[in-house]
């Protein structure tokens, strides 16, 4: 497979999300850009073609036939844990495995999947930083997870049986933003809750970083897996008291009840095994990125915090 | 939707209105707490504190979430066990280099008051202080506030990568390879080091860091052991369970003096690859600790003198 030239296009899956729109108005001051993403897109720049297509059912050679590609950026893993499991499942692995067939079928040189430092799953005996052989662990207790672990290992073999694909996996560790993601929500509350006598350390990154990260990951001759994560990792209380929240600490049995509850009257929009995210370290070693992908975090602590709050309409 | 808007503002106003309050019990608490233990540790304590938040203002915030402010009432603690209650003699402090440096120790005593001892001796009789990070069992993160408590005390959880981790950034990192056969070993036992493993050499050889052979004296008398229910210890998921009648009597180790003796230290240049290499490495250490261990012992005028 040749390395693609600048002129060619680039396909972002997901491309409507928060995080997709940025990358996207990133992208397309550099080379045309194809956005596939089943979710209208109203204010797209007018030189990115849209799809508005299905991944699983519809037929992609649409976009793909004829045209020079240089690389496939899927960022379509969808967490969103209120949807069926079955629904989700289908739409995560069994989507991103036909994508698959399309990248071989165009010999497409270059795949980049925006996986998450979750994927590791949070654990007492994790080691403090964890670097990108560390097992994916995440699925054990998360049933939610199973899917990112799924789609990350599927990426995984790809990576290792077809050498003429550049495969590139990142693994954020908690992105901040104006995106809708669990992070970003939990730190958008008032008044968190926490878990009484716990108080992790973790790590954020800038949403604008981790589209740095994806724009790095496209260039030729980069390919593996790489953790991604901003600023120096900061206690949890720390990250409230700066963000001027209050906190309510819950014992852990009590919050977890009140979670299960919450979760059925959809008040809360997370499920209460993800409470261990707040109870212990789940953080990662990025230097294989700042050394071999040249990454480094532009945004600081306060910045990167900050940014929870931003309007949110964009 | 309503109600719950409402019911997080009765909890912000009620968050309001207690916080100030307990936030102030709780200083007012803490102030007649260092009053005390500034009057019982003298005043270069708080200068030790100082010289500790320097350095780890020099060297950045810490990763692990260790905190001098709270390590400092860890500290408290085992500073009266240290002086008062163990007497403890220390011994060739001075080895101790002033980057990173594995602390390789003899274990034993049930309890581990042989690490706190080792820790507190560096904190209150080293020059310049350190704070020593120890590895504590996997298990212990499940646990709230002693979590919280150990992980800002400066204690990691042990897993080769976080010792790696520590060495590295010019830490000194106490290891016990004898590990739970040390604790656990019975009276008769005393003073003999059990199988020791090698993992310490690796991360030495990976590091590049130096070796302190270090000899604690004392503690395998603080508990008399008659051994180790092993069967019962299988059936309740334990490590061990030591037959110690002290546990009867309140469970107070037995006032012994502690020797707390530091060797030079000891570089080693092997391949990391090189088993039958690190196998030897690991048999000079322990001999150099049993050694230190003998002429220690011989020293000693008795028990708890």
């Not at chain 1, 654990?123 to 994916?136: I, K, Y």
């Not at chain 2, 997080?8 to 007649?32: D, F, G, N, V, W």
């Not at chain 2, 260790?66 to 009266?80: E, R, S």
């Not at chain 2, 309740?236 to 369970?241: A, D, F, S």
Request: proline share 7%; charged share 25%; with cysteine.
């Amino acid at each position: 497979m040749t390395q693609g030239s600048e002129s060619d296009a680039i396909v972002v899956t997901g491309a409507c999300g928060r995080l997709g729109k940025r990358l996207v108005r990133q992208l397309h001051r550099e080379g045309p850009v194809i956005a596939l993403d089943r979710r209208p897109f109203p204010d797209k720049p007018k030189d990115v073609e849209h799809y508005p297509v299905n991944l699983l059912k519809s037929n992609l050679s649409e976009a793909f036939k004829g045209r020079a590609i240089r690389a496939l950026v899927h960022l379509g893993v969808a967490h969103n844990p209120r949807d069926k499991s079955e629904h989700n499942h289908m739409w995560n692995v069994a989507g991103f495995l036909k994508l698959l067939e399309w990248v071989q079928r165009y010999q497409i040189p270059k795949l980049v999947l925006l996986s998450s430092a979750n994927a590791y799953g949070p654990r007492a005996d994790n080691a403090q930083f964890l670097s990108e052989d560390a097992p994916l662990l995440a699925s054990g207790a998360f049933s939610e997870m199973r899917d990112l672990v799924e789609v990350d290992i599927t990426a995984q073999s790809f990576l290792w049986k077809h050498a003429d694909t550049e495969t590139v996996i990142l693994r954020p560790s908690h992105i901040l933003g104006t995106v809708r993601n669990a992070p970003s929500n939990y730190l958008r509350l008032k008044v968190a809750p926490t878990v009484l006598g716990f108080d992790p350390m973790m790590q954020v990154v800038h949403q604008d970083d981790v589209v740095q990260a994806l724009r790095m990951a496209v260039r030729p001759g980069m390919r593996g897996i790489f953790n991604i994560s901003g600023p120096p990792p900061l206690r949890l209380s720390k990250a409230l008291k700066l963000l001027g929240r209050s906190k309510v600490a819950v014992p852990y049995s009590a919050a977890k009840l009140a979670m299960d509850g919450f979760w059925r009257m959809r008040i809360a929009s997370f499920p209460a095994p993800e409470l261990d995210y707040i109870r212990f370290v789940c953080m990662v070693d990025d230097s294989k990125a700042r050394n071999t992908l040249g990454y480094f975090p532009e945004h600081g602590l306060l910045a990167t915090l900050r940014a929870v709050d931003d309007e949110r309409w964009d | 939707m309503n109600g719950s808007k409402s019911a997080l503002r009765i909890a912000e106003r009620a968050l309001q209105k207690l916080l100030p309050l307990t936030e102030k019990a709780a200083s007012a608490t803490r102030h007649a707490f260092d009053g005390v233990t500034e009057k019982a540790l003298g005043d270069d304590f708080q200068e030790r504190v100082q010289a500790l938040k320097d350095r780890y203002a020099r060297l950045g915030d810490d990763p692990f979430g260790m905190d001098p402010d709270v390590a400092k009432y860890g500290a408290m603690v085992t500073a009266f066990l240290h002086r008062l209650y163990f007497r403890s003699e220390v011994l060739g402090i001075e080895h101790v280099p002033a980057g990173g440096a594995l602390l390789v120790s003899n274990h034993s005593g049930q309890l581990p008051w042989d690490g706190a001892m080792i820790c507190t001796a560096l904190f209150l009789d080293s020059d310049p202080p350190r704070l020593v990070r120890s590895m504590i069992e996997k298990w212990v993160p499940t646990l709230p506030f002693i979590s919280t408590f150990f992980y800002r005390a400066g204690q990691v959880v042990g897993v080769p990568a976080n010792a790696r981790h520590l060495l590295q950034r010019g830490e000194l990192v106490l290891v016990f390879p004898e590990g739970v056969r040390g604790i656990s070993k019975p009276f008769t036992r005393r003073y003999q080091l059990e199988r020791f493993g090698r993992g310490f050499m690796r991360l030495a050889l990976e590091t590049g860091v130096p070796i302190v052979p270090v000899a604690v004296i004392g503690a395998e008398e603080q508990y008399i052991s008659f051994g180790n229910l092993e069967p019962v210890a299988r059936a309740l998921n334990l490590p061990v369970l030591p037959v110690v009648p002290q546990v009867l009597l309140g469970g107070l180790p037995l006032p012994t003096k502690y020797h707390i003796r530091f060797g030079e230290p000891m570089r080693f240049h092997n391949a990391i690859t090189d088993d039958d290499g690190i196998e030897e490495n690991v048999f000079l250490i322990k001999r150099t600790i049993q050694s230190m261990l003998d002429e220690g012992l011989k020293s000693r005028k008795g028990i708890f003198r």
